[in-house]
């Protein structure tokens, strides 16, 4: 942000700091974007940006443990995760005369995932056992012999 933007030295710095980013060290970059708006003396908008974004990260840092997730193999992009939810919830919820409550979305959703994931044949014996919970409380019905 200092450096002149598109500048070789302004990629150079963007790239260090990502790369320190993904190493986990999130509390330093935090601290050199604060020092840098102390020791450039920088005034106005870029030390309001500079400042902004030391401030998101430092709200941000704890789900900024970049190299623990990919040391486990986890992906750190949202694409993905966007990918997924599009293809998961949105494509298949905005077909051709559709139409959706929050509630009844939701319970949707919950049950395409139990679904791809597997564990729908588990789930279903305890849904039916709570349905029958609701519908029948214990100690409200009983049965009169004749």
């Known amino acids: 942000m200092f450096q002149p933007e598109g500048t070789a030295e302004a990629e150079v710095y963007a790239k260090l700091m990502v790369l320190r980013i993904l190493e986990g060290d999130v509390a330093q970059v935090i601290k050199g974007l604060r020092q840098t708006v102390t020791k450039r003396r920088l005034i106005g908008s870029k030390k309001k940006a500079l400042l902004e974004v030391a401030t998101y990260f430092q709200n941000n840092a704890a789900y900024m443990r970049y190299d623990q997730d990919l040391a486990l193999g986890f992906p750190i ?23 959706w409550t929050p509630s009844m979305a939701e319970a949707i959703v919950k049950l395409r995932y139990l679904y791809l994931s597997g564990d729908f044949d588990d ?8 349905d029958q919970l609701r519908l029948h409380p214990p100690g409200i019905w009983s049965v009169v012999a004749k």
Do not use: L, T
């Not at 992009?77 to 139409?99: H, L, Q, T, W, Y």
């Not at 789930?123 to 709570?130: G, K, L, M, N, R």
């Open 77 to 99: 992009a949202s694409g993905p995760v966007e990918g997924a939810c599009k293809n998961f919830i949105k494509d298949r919820m905005e077909r051709s005369g559709m139409r």
């Open 123 to 130: 789930y279903w014996p305890f849904h039916v056992a709570q």
